[in-house]
């Protein structure tokens, strides 16, 4: 059975505004040897870290290792994708599918909070809603509070915001049947796995999470969603042209 291993950068939960990165990444990779390139990047880098990040390759002084990575004749070209999703823009997006609004800048903050559920936050009273329809998303609302009421009934699985849901989606189409190798991550319970496996119709073979400081092939996603979330938002011509082959349409 095909396995991918993926992690992502940019990552605040549904806390799309005010977050510290505008963009959000995914990488999903697909690897022969990835000790042997994690080995390389040691040889190379030098740094006594016993786990390696994307800013190890974003200083200056290895900038020629981070053209070795991302070039066409490096480790990952052809064995890695890139999901990448701009904030504000998603938000918007689902603003206006949701709740039908056209939202300014100044508006997404607040659509943000109403669209998503916090600990802490009251919950409105319970009251009859439409039912989710998971292959097509979530129907629209006259408003936040309706939204709200139906949201409560099933946090997990009817989020609209988590961006890593449609990533997920995303990466599993692209690669075809195939299971997934997660780094470990909360806010991928068993509900929102069911979802991931509704949403994938039957692509999606299987799901395990892994550690990143232990497999070489999870760090290596690691290293690609935020080299390419980095470029991405510094928009530095030399990099993005690297970044390019790796994007998901």
Request: charge should be neutral.
């Amino acid at each position: 059975m095909r396995e991918i291993a993926c992690d992502e950068s940019g990552y605040e939960g549904e806390k799309l505004i005010g977050s510290t990165t505008r963009l959000f990444a995914h990488a999903s990779v697909r690897i022969a040897d990835p000790a042997g390139v994690l080995t390389e990047l040691r040889a190379r880098i030098r740094s006594p870290a016993t786990q390696y990040k994307a800013n190890h390759l974003l200083r200056a002084k290895h900038h020629e290792t981070l053209a070795w990575f991302l070039g066409p004749s490096g480790p990952m070209r052809g064995n890695g994708h890139v999901f990448l999703l701009d904030k504000p823009a998603f938000v918007r997006s689902v603003a206006a599918s949701v709740l039908g609004l056209d939202l300014p800048d100044t508006g997404l903050a607040a659509v943000n909070d109403a669209l998503r559920l916090r600990r802490g936050d009251p919950l409105p009273s319970m009251a009859a809603s439409p039912p989710f329809p998971s292959a097509a998303g979530p129907p629209s609302f006259p408003g936040a509070a309706a939204f709200r009421e139906w949201l409560c009934e099933d946090p997990i699985g009817r989020s609209v915001l988590d961006p890593l849901v449609p990533a997920l989606v995303a990466a599993v189409r692209q690669w075809g049947p195939v299971a997934v190798a997660h780094d470990r991550q909360t806010q991928l319970p068993p509900r929102r796995i069911d979802l991931l496996r509704e949403r994938c119709g039957g692509d999606l073979l299987g799901f395990r999470f892994l550690d990143a400081e232990s497999h070489p092939q999870i760090q290596l996603a690691d290293m690609l969603a935020g080299t390419v979330r980095h470029i991405a938002e510094t928009g530095e011509p030399r990099w993005s042209e690297l970044i390019a082959p790796y994007l998901l349409k």
